[in-house]
C-alpha cells in the first residue's frame, strides 16, 4: 500500500465530516433508507461541489503539490547527478556518444537501478559519487512510486472508466460508484496497460534504431524495466540513449507500480473476505455483553459498529481509548453523552483557565 | 505498508475480541481507570496466555505457514532455476567456474535484478528463460519482503529490546509497551543494523576472498545491495559465488526492508499527527449533531467514537454502513437497541426458515 493511499481516506474523511450538516443527511438514517451501494458516489458529489469553499482548496493543493514536489526533487535529481558525472566524464569508461546525454543516461540507469555496465565509473571517486546516487536514487524512485505515480494513474482512471461506459447510459453517479467498488481492480488493469505499451513501445524502438533481432529487443526490454540490466544489450546510439532516459523511467516506475497494486488488490480482497466473516459470524450473548461500552444493558447501533469493526480490525483499543480520554474531557457534567450544555460548560471552563 | 502488517491487526484483533469477556475488562470503565498507556501490554499479554486455547492455536499457525511457505517457494524456485540454468549451461557465456555453482549464482543474480552481466544466456531460449525468471524472482521476493521477513524481525526485536532492558529492572507489560509505542522505529533501528552488518561482511569478503582493494569492494557491495549490478566489480571465484548466493539474497532484500520501513515510519508519523490534530480539534455544536448516529439529540461515547474515527479516517462510511446493516437485520424489535431479547427473536426466526 502506498503513502498516498493513506493520506486519501483522511483528506476524504475531512470532506465528508466538514461538510455535511444537513440533518438531512443523518448517517443513521440514510442507512435505513438507502442501500449501501449508493453512498459512495453521494460523498464524492459533495467533495466535487465542495471545491469552491476555501477550505476544500486548501486540502486540495495538500495533494497537488506532492506531484510538484516529486518532479522538482527528479529534476534537481538530474540536474545535479547531470552536472557531476558531466564533471568526472573522463573518470567513466565504457561506451561514450555525447558528454552530457552519457551523463543522464548514466544517471537515470543509475537511479533506477538497471546499471547496465555499458558506462562504468573509472576513479574512486567516480565509485563513490554512484553509490550516493544509487541509494538516493533508490529512495526518489521510492518516492515517485508512494506519490506521483498513483494520483497520475487515479486521474486516468476516472477518464478510462467514463470513456468505456459512454455508450451505456449511466449516470457520472454510477461510474463514481463503479470506480469505488473496484478501485484497486481498475488501477491494475490500468497499470499493466501502461506496462504493455511501455513493452511494445521499447522492443519496436530497439528493433528499428538500435537494429537488435526482435528476440534480443524484447531480452533487452525485459532486463531493463525489471531492473536486471546484464549490460550485453543496451542502448549505443545517440537516439537510444535519447529515448532511453524517459523510456526506462517510466517503464521502471510503471512495472514497480504494477507489482504494488497487485500486493494491494491481494490484500484488499483478503480483508473484505474478513469483513464478510466477521459480519456472517453469528451474533452470541458474549458478544452483547463484549460491545456493550457504557456498560448499560444493551448494544447500540454505535457500539454494534465499534466492536464490528474492531473484530475486522480497522481499528483497534488504542485508537479508541484515546478518542474516549476526549469524550471524557468534554464530559463535563459525567452524563456519559455529549450535549450542547456540556459544550457550554467546556467552554466557560477554557475561558475560566 | 507489507500485507503481513494488514494481517498482524486483523489477527490481533480476533485475539482480543474473543478472550475478553471478563466483565471487569469492560474497555470503557477502564478508560475511566486506566491511562491510555497500559493497554497494549495487558492484551499483549493476554494473546500470549491465549496460545494454549484451541482457536488462537489455529491462528498462530496461519502465521507460521506464511514463513514455511517463503521458504518452500524460495527452494523450489532455486531448485527449478538451478536445473534450468543447468541444463543450458552451454548456452550462457562468460567468467564460468562450476556447472551447478554458476546455475545457482545466475539464479539468485537474477531474481534480485542485480544482474551484473558477468554471465549472460547466449541463445534464444536462454535469454527468455532469464525473462521468466526475472519476473517470477521478482514477484518472489516481493512475497519474501511482504511475509518473510517481517515476521522474522518481529522475533529478533522482542528478544532485543529484551536484552536492552535487562540491566533496567522493568516487567515484561513495560517492554511489550515500549515495543508497541515505538514497533516501527525499532524495526527500522534493527533492519539497518542488520544492513551494516552485511556490508561490512560484504566488502571484508571481496576485499579478502576476491582481492579486491577496499574502496572497490565497497563500492561492488553498494552496487549489489542496490541490484544495480553494474558487473564491472563481481564474483569470480568459487569460494566467492558461494558466499554471494547467500549474501546477495539476504543484503537485497535486508535494503529492500529497510526503505518499507522507512515508509510506514513516515506514514505512521503522519497519521499520528493526523490523530493530534483531530483530537485537540474544539468540539462544535455542530460536530454533536452530525455524531449522533442515531439522532437522539445527544453523543453517546460509541457515537463520539465513530465520529472521531471517521475523521481520522481510519474508517468510512462504508464500513459503518455495512455493519449498521447487520445491524438492523439483528435488531428484530426494532428497538434501536440490541439486548438478549433481540437475539432470541432472531434465533427463531433462524429456524423458523
Known amino acids: 500500500m502506498t503513502n498516498r493511499d493513506k493520506i486519501q481516506p483522511l483528506l476524504d474523511q475531512l470532506h465528508q465530516t466538514h461538510h455535511m450538516v444537513d440533518p438531512k443527511k443523518k448517517r443513521f438514517r440514510r442507512c435505513k433508507s438507502a442501500p449501501l451501494g449508493e453512498f459512495a458516489p453521494v460523498e464524492m458529489n459533495e467533495i466535487k461541489n465542495?471545491?469552491?469553499?476555501?477550505?476544500?482548496?486548501?486540502?486540495?493543493?495538500?495533494?497537488?503539490?506532492?506531484?510538484k514536489k516529486v518532479i522538482i526533487y527528479l529534476v534537481i535529481y538530474l540536474g545535479i547527478g547531470t552536472i557531476c558525472f558531466y564533471l568526472v566524464r573522463n573518470k567513466i569508461k565504457g561506451k561514450k556518444i555525447d558528454g552530457v546525454l552519457d551523463s543522464v543516461y548514466f544517471c537515470v540507469v543509475t537511479m533506477t537501478t538497471v546499471g547496465y555496465g555499458d558506462i562504468v565509473p573509472d576513479s574512486a571517486t567516480t565509485k563513490l559519487l554512484a553509490c550516493v546516487f544509487v541509494f538516493s536514487g533508490m529512495a526518489l524512485v521510492g518516492m515517485i512510486l508512494s506519490k506521483g505515480a498513483d494520483y497520475l494513474l487515479e486521474k486516468q482512471e476516472t477518464l478510462l472508466i467514463k470513456?468505456?461506459?459512454?455508450?451505456?447510459?449511466?449516470?457520472?453517479?454510477?461510474i463514481l460508484e463503479e470506480i469505488e467498488t473496484n478501485k484497486v481492480r481498475y488501477k491494475c488493469f490500468m497499470v499493466a496497460g501502461f506496462l504493455i505499451v511501455l513493452v511494445v513501445a521499447g522492443t519496436v524502438f530497439l528493433a528499428r534504431v538500435e537494429r537488435l533481432d526482435t528476440l534480443d529487443a524484447f531480452y533487452c526490454v525485459c532486463s531493463t524495466i525489471t531492473t536486471l540490466g546484464y549490460g550485453d544489450k543496451s542502448f549505443s546510439t545517440k537516439a537510444g540513449r535519447i529515448f532511453a532516459i524517459f523510456w526506462i523511467l517510466s517503464s521502471t516506475i510503471?512495472?514497480?507500480q504494477f507489482f504494488l497494486y497487485v500486493a494491494e488488490?491481494?490484500?484488499e480482497k483478503?480483508?473484505?473476505?474478513?469483513?464478510?466473516?466477521?459480519?456472517?459470524?453469528?451474533t452470541t450473548n458474549v458478544d452483547l455483553e463484549e460491545a456493550d461500552l457504557d456498560d448499560d444493558g444493551v448494544v447500540g447501533a454505535a457500539e454494534f459498529v465499534i466492536y464490528k469493526l474492531k473484530e475486522m480490525g480497522k481499528i483497534n483499543q488504542?485508537?479508541?481509548?484515546?478518542?474516549?480520554?476526549?469524550?471524557?474531557?468534554?464530559?463535563?457534567?459525567?452524563?456519559?453523552?455529549?450535549?450542547?450544555?456540556?459544550l457550554i460548560l467546556a467552554q466557560s471552563s477554557w475561558t475560566g483557565r
Open 318 to 342: 488504542h485508537d479508541i481509548a484515546a478518542v474516549l480520554k476526549e469524550f471524557e474531557s468534554l464530559d463535563v457534567d459525567q452524563s456519559g453523552t455529549l450535549s450542547t450544555a456540556d
Open 163 to 174: 470513456a468505456l461506459h459512454i455508450r451505456r447510459k449511466v449516470g457520472p453517479s454510477e
Open 270 to 282: 483478503r480483508q473484505k473476505e474478513l469483513v464478510k466473516c466477521v459480519l456472517s459470524r453469528r
Open 50 to 67: 465542495d471545491q469552491s469553499l476555501p477550505r476544500s482548496k486548501s486540502l486540495l493543493d495538500k495533494v497537488h503539490p506532492s506531484i
Open 254 to 256: 510503471c512495472l514497480g
Open 265 to 267: 488488490f491481494n490484500t
